[in-house]
C-alpha cells in the first residue's frame, strides 16, 4: 500500500512530541512490511526539504499553517498518483482532506485528542474563542467515516461531537525496558524526587507542576522536581520566575530538551513521574516512566485515566487542582510495599505493548475505515481473467488503458487482452499487439457487437468487458473485483464508482462526480455508479447485504440499474450460454441480457468499492455526439426488436422532471450546488449545459430518426 501521513510537524521540528514520535515509529514498521510511506509536514530551518529516514519519504513544505495549503497543493500536483491511503493526522486544525482527496484514494481522519479547552490555554484572545467554537463544525467534514485514535477518552470525545466511531490503537514505547525492577530505599520515599517531562507549554499544565510541587514540600520537604523539556524561552522564563515565586528554586532543576539517547537515564532518575494537561490524547511519558520501573501521577482528565490505573500502576488526582496532584504523589510514596505494587504492575503493562503490535493495529484500523481489504488472497489462487475491449480508432486511449492492466497487482500469466476491433485505420491494432492483446475482427463495428465477439473469443474463468476510455489506477483494482466470485450464486461484479483523477478533463470529472455519462438517468433512477447528487449508487429500490468490500445485490424485475460495460466482470460460465439465449446474440447488450435473466431468476451481482476512470469527452462538441450516438443506436435497435430492457417501465415522471428542470433552470443549478458541497469540484457548472446538451441532442436524433430509421454511422469515428 502507499501510504500518506500528513502532519505538520515531523520528529525533527522542535516542537515535536510524543505524537510525532508514535506516528513516525509506526510509519517505519509498515516500511518494514512493505509498504511506501510518505510524511508530509511543515518546513524547518536548515533542514532539507526531501529526505528518507528508515525508509519513510519525507516532504518538509510551508510553514506552521502554511503546511496545510502546501499540502492541498502537493495532492493536486502529484499526491493523487502516488498514494493509496491518506491518514490526516488532525493536531488542533485539520488538512481538510475530505475535500480534495478523492477516489480511488481514501483519506482517513487520526486524532489522538480534540483540542476543546487547550484553544484556551494556548492561543490568546479571538483565535482562541474562534477556534474553540469552530472546531466542532471543522470536524463534521471527517464525520462521514470512524476516526482512529488511541484511547477510549478520545473515542468518547469524538462520538460526543457527531463521529460515528473511532478505532483505537494501543499506545506503546520503544525505550530500553529496564531489566529489574529497583527497589525503593526508605529515603526516597522521604526525599522523592518528582519528573516532569514533555513540552513546557502552557497547555501541558506545568505551572500546576510547579504549585504542587510547593504544596508536596510541605510533607516531603526533601523532596525534588526536574523539569525537563524543550519549548519557547518565553515559556522557560515564566516557569522559572514563578519556581522562584513559590521559593522552590533551590530543589528545581530545569534540564531543557533531552537527547533520545538520555531519556532512560532521566527516568532513572525519578521516584514519581507526573503530568498535568488538562486533557489527553494518552500520556506517552506514563508509559515510558512504567517501562523503567516507575509509577506515575496525573490528573484524573481524558488520556491519563487511560494510561493509569488509579491505584494499580498509579494515582490520579481526586480534584483537577494543584493540591490534588500533591495529594496523588503523597499516595505513590505512602509505603515501601504499595509503591513496589506500582512499579510492577505499571511496568507489566508497558513492556506488553509493542510497537509492532501497535503499528500493526493502526493501519487495519485505517485499512477498515477505507475500506481497503487487509487480506491479500495468495496469486495461485486468483482466477483467470479474459479482458475484452471493442476498439475502433482508438490507437491513444488503448495504450493508456491497456499500460494500467498491465501495471496491475495481479499476475499478468492470469490476464489476457482480447481487442474487437471494428475497422481501425489508426495504429490501434499495433498498439494492441503491443500489449501482447489478441486481435478479432468485429464487422458489425458497434461497441455491443464488439463485446460478442470478444466473449466468443474468451478463454478464462472470468470476462471483464473494459472499454478503450476505462482507466485503471488503483493497483490493486482486479484483486478486489475477483474477489466476490468466492461466493458462488455472484454471476459478475462492476465497480461502485467512477474515478477521475484531477488531470482529467472537465466533462469526465463531471460524469465521474455525477456517476453517469447520461444526466436523464439521474431522473429516472436507474443509475448504476455512485452519485454525489443523490449520495446513492442507484435510484432503484434494490435488495442490498454489505459484504465489507462489497455489496451483494440482488437484481430482479420490473427494473435493474444500467449495470455493464466501463469495469464489469462476469462469469464466463454464466455470460456464454445466457448471450447464446438472447434475440440476438451477434450483439452483447449487458443490461437486457440481466434483464432477462432476472425475469427467470433472481440475479447476484457484486458492487464492489473501487472506480475506474471513464474518459468521456474531450469537448462540448464530443460529449453531444455521443449523446447522438446513443439515442439513434438505441432507437434502432430497439425498433429492429433486438433490445429487450423494459425503458418505458423506468419512471415517467423522471422524464417529465428532467425536461420541466431544463426549461426552468434552478433544479439544475440546485442539483450542481448539492454535488459541489459533497464533492467539490468545478466541473460541477457543466451539470446545467450537459442536461440542455441531453435534452436537445436526444430530441434531435429521434426527429432524425423518424426521417431516416438507421443506426448512427461510425463514419470517420475516432475515439478521444
Not at 158 to 181: E, S, V, Y
Not at 318 to 341: F, M
Not at 510 to 535: E, H, I, K, Q
Amino acid at each position: 500500500m502507499r501510504i500518506l501521513l500528513l502532519n505538520w510537524k515531523d520528529l525533527k521540528h522542535p516542537k515535536a512530541g510524543g505524537a510525532e514520535f508514535i506516528t513516525e515509529s509506526a510509519a517505519r514498521e509498515w516500511v518494514k512490511a512493505g509498504h511506501e510511506v510518505t510524511l508530509f509536514c511543515a518546513a524547518i530551518a536548515n533542514q532539507p526539504e526531501r529526505e528518507t529516514v528508515e525508509g519513510v519519504s519525507i516532504i518538509r513544505r510551508g510553514s506552521q499553517f502554511g503546511v496545510y495549503y502546501q499540502a492541498y497543493r502537493y495532492w493536486k500536483t502529484e499526491g493523487w498518483a502516488k498514494h493509496d491511503l491518506v491518514i490526516d493526522e488532525i493536531n488542533t486544525i485539520p488538512f481538510f482532506t475530505p475535500l480534495y482527496v478523492h477516489r480511488p484514494a481514501q483519506w482517513v481522519p487520526y486524532l489522538n485528542q480534540l483540542a476543546r479547552e487547550i484553544w484556551f490555554q494556548q492561543m490568546s484572545f479571538p483565535l482562541n474563542v474562534v477556534g474553540y467554537l469552530l472546531e466542532p463544525f471543522y470536524l463534521k467534514f471527517y464525520q462521514s467515516r470512524p476516526a482512529v485514535t488511541i484511547s477510549e477518552s478520545s473515542r468518547q470525545s469524538l462520538k460526543d461531537i457527531g463521529f460515528r466511531d473511532a478505532l483505537i490503537w494501543p499506545m506503546f514505547t520503544d525505550l530500553p525496558a529496564i531489566k529489574k525492577i529497583p527497589t525503593i530505599t526508605e529515603q526516597e520515599l522521604t526525599a522523592p524526587t518528582v519528573l516532569y517531562f514533555g513540552s513546557l507549554r502552557r497547555m501541558k499544565g506545568v505551572d500546576d507542576v510547579l504549585e504542587a510541587f510547593a504544596e508536596f514540600r510541605r510533607t516531603r520537604p526533601d523532596g525534588r522536581l526536574i523539569i525537563a523539556g524543550g519549548g519557547d524561552s518565553k515559556d522557560r522564563s515564566r516557569l522559572e520566575a514563578l519556581a522562584a515565586k513559590l521559593k522552590i528554586v533551590e530543589a528545581t532543576e530545569f534540564t531543557g530538551r533531552v537527547p533520545e539517547a538520555n531519556k532512560a537515564k532521566l527516568y532513572d532518575r525519578a521516584t514519581i513521574v507526573t503530568m498535568a494537561s488538562k486533557r489527553e490524547g494518552w500520556g506517552l511519558i506514563i508509559t515510558e516512566a512504567a517501562r523503567r520501573g516507575r509509577p506515575s501521577a496525573a490528573y484524573n482528565v481524558f488520556g491519563s485515566r487511560d494510561a493509569i490505573v488509579d491505584g494499580r500502576t498509579g494515582h490520579l488526582a481526586k480534584t483537577v487542582t494543584p493540591i490534588g496532584l500533591a495529594a496523588a504523589w503523597n499516595q505513590i510514596v505512602s509505603s515501601s510495599s504499595h509503591y513496589r505494587a506500582l512499579q510492577k504492575a505499571a511496568y507489566e503493562d508497558s513492556v506488553a505493548r509493542t510497537k509492532e503490535v501497535a503499528a500493526a493495529t493502526f493501519l487495519k484500523s485505517a485499512s477498515q475505515i477505507a475500506g481497503i481489504p487487509a487480506d491479500r488472497t495468495a496469486d495461485k489462487d486468483l482466477p483467470t481473467v479474459s479482458i475484452v475491449t471493442p476498439t475502433l480508432n482508438a490507437a491513444r486511449l488503448l495504450k493508456e488503458c491497456f499500460a494500467a492492466i498491465r501495471a496491475l497487482d495481479y499476475p499478468q500469466n492470469k490476464v489476457e487482452l482480447i481487442i474487437a476491433d471494428g475497422g481501425s485505420t489508426d495504429a490501434t491494432r499495433t498498439v494492441a499487439k503491443e500489449f501482447g492483446a489478441r486481435i478479432v475482427e468485429n464487422p458489425l463495428v458497434t461497441a455491443e457487437s464488439g463485446k460478442a465477439v470478444g466473449l466468443r473469443a474468451a478463454k478464462h474463468v472470468l470476462v471483464a468487458l473494459i472499454d478503450s476510455d476505462n482507466i485503471i489506477i488503483e493497483p490493486s483494482w482486479l484483486r478486489r473485483m475477483v474477489a466476490p466470485f468466492a461466493q458462488a450464486n455472484v454471476v459478475g461484479s462492476e465497480p461502485l464508482y467512477f474515478d477521475a483523477r484531477p488531470t482529467d478533463g472537465t466533462i469526465t470529472r463531471y460524469t465521474a462526480n455525477l456517476g453517469m455519462g447520461d444526466p436523464l438517468v439521474l431522473f429516472t433512477g436507474n443509475y448504476d455508479r455512485y452519485s454525489a447528487v443523490t449520495n446513492r449508487w442507484t435510484g432503484l429500490k434494490l435488495t442490498t447485504k454489505d459484504k465489507g468490500d462489497w455489496l451483494d445485490v440482488t437484481l430482479k424485475p420490473p427494473l435493474i440499474p444500467t449495470i455493464g460495460a466501463n469495469g464489469t466482470l462476469f462469469r464466463r460460465s454464466f455470460l456464454q450460454p445466457a448471450l447464446a439465449k438472447t434475440k440476438n446474440p451477434d450483439y452483447l447488450f449487458d443490461i437486457d441480457l440481466l434483464a432477462e435473466v432476472a425475469e427467470t431468476k433472481p440475479v447476484h451481482f457484486a458492487k464492489v468499492k473501487v472506480g475506474i476512470v471513464h474518459v468521456f469527452a474531450g469537448t462540448t462538441k464530443i460529449f453531444m455526439k455521443k449523446q447522438f450516438r446513443r439515442v439513434r443506436d438505441f432507437l434502432y435497435y430497439q425498433k429492429a426488436g433486438v433490445r429487450t430492457y423494459p425503458w418505458a417501465k423506468t419512471s415517467q415522471l423522471g422524464r417529465v422532471l428532467f425536461v420541466l428542470s431544463c426549461i426552468t433552470v434552478v433544479p439544475l443549478f440546485i442539483q450542481a450546488l448539492i454535488g459541489f458541497i459533497r464533492r467539490p469540484d468545478w466541473s460541477w457548472f457543466f451539470h446545467p449545459v450537459a442536461c440542455y446538451a441531453t435534452l436537445a441532442t436526444y430530441l434531435y436524433g429521434y426527429l432524425t430518426f423518424l426521417r431516416n430509421p438507421t443506426i448512427a454511422s461510425r463514419k470517420g469515428w475516432k475515439q478521444t
